[in-house]
């Protein structure tokens, strides 16, 4: 399992900050949605400048223009670039073919997704699955059983992701169901102190 | 019916410029989605400052963090933010006290919504339900239609927009369902003379 730290919702600065203090403990930096609306895609170049070594996802959650905001992320030094589930097939098939042309990659946020929608775009056999509950309608209660059920209903996809309330107590069970990637956010960045707090999930999920 | 006028995949000093000389044959200025992931939401400040007598939309294409997206939408010029009718309703719901708090309004974008999923979320009173199709898919081959299908299937959705590949030919017909706004943008932005196209979308409305 690989962890990804995600920065949103601070000025700049910290962000940046946050970012050099937490490469040392991720495997993928994320910066997310409200920080590439507040800032616009430079927020990608200056995280990728703080920490040139470290994987940059950038959580663009496009849902339309798949080709030109694709194109501007990787360009502002994604490595990795977000699409919604909920966009068009068209939508995900430019983003996709932008991420293959330029050997970067897609994770495709599966939020508010039906199952039949999931059924529709499950074929992008390169693409990471992001599992993904709403911040806005709370954490997700079990992530491991979450997991366990979509791999049993799309056998097919072979890339997963986990997002939403992570927690250390959620880790130790995600063990069972092992997602390619673990996505966290306050639970780091708004820890006492984060560059602890990072650590403390290396370990769990050692 | 109001003319909006969308901004978008362009320098933001020539997004400036579009918004200084289209504003006298606009009822509404776009900032588009990728404007905005472009350049943040000083993309808005500066279509404010442009044209400050004419009303903003900000297109941020909300998803998710509702609450925290919309505040930092109005308190950087917008009059009216978009979110995703493909949210969980808890962000719709945040949206929409934002707008209601500040005295602002929202636009629920109802790109690849299906019928279902607008039944959930039709009861927002003041909001403006925006019919749209991707651009990624290609324009919506009947606007008329589609509006006249929504008002008789959504009786109670008071306020509706549509976007999507509107052109000329389109407005003589929607008159017939009436629509409130007519969102346009590279009809009018990628035209020779974008001044004198918008000029003719207004005559052809009147």
């Known amino acids: 399992m690989k962890l990804q730290i995600a920065i949103d919702r601070v000025p700049l600065d910290q962000a940046e900050s946050f970012a050099r203090k937490l490469a040392p403990y991720s495997d993928i930096l994320e910066a997310g949605t409200s920080l590439i609306k507040d800032y616009g895609v430079q927020a990608l170049a200056a995280l990728k400048k703080a920490a040139p070594d470290t994987a940059l996802l950038g959580d663009m959650k496009t849902i339309d223009e798949g080709d030109y905001e694709f194109r501007q992320g990787y360009r502002s030094g994604a490595d990795i670039l977000t699409v919604m589930g909920a ?23 599966l939020l508010e997704c039906a199952p039949e929608t999931i059924g529709r775009i ?29 791999k049993k209903r799309f056998p097919s996809v072979r890339r997963i992701a986990i ?10 069970k995600l063990k069972e169901s092992s ?11 708004k820890a006492g102190d984060p560059a602890l707090a990072a650590q403390n999930f290396r370990k769990a999920m050692a």
Do not use: W
């Open 87 to 109: 966009s068009s097939v068209a939508t995900i098939e430019k983003c996709y073919r932008v991420a293959e042309q330029t050997g970067r990659e897609m994770m495709i946020d």
């Open 122 to 150: 499950s074929d992008f056999s390169n693409a990471i699955y992001c599992l993904h509950t709403s911040v806005d309608k709370g954490a997700t209660a079990d992530p491991n059983g979450d997991i366990l059920a979509f």
């Open 163 to 172: 997002a939403g309330g992570i927690n250390l107590g959620s880790i130790e």
């Open 179 to 189: 997602p390619e990637i673990v996505i966290v956010g306050s639970g780091i960045t």
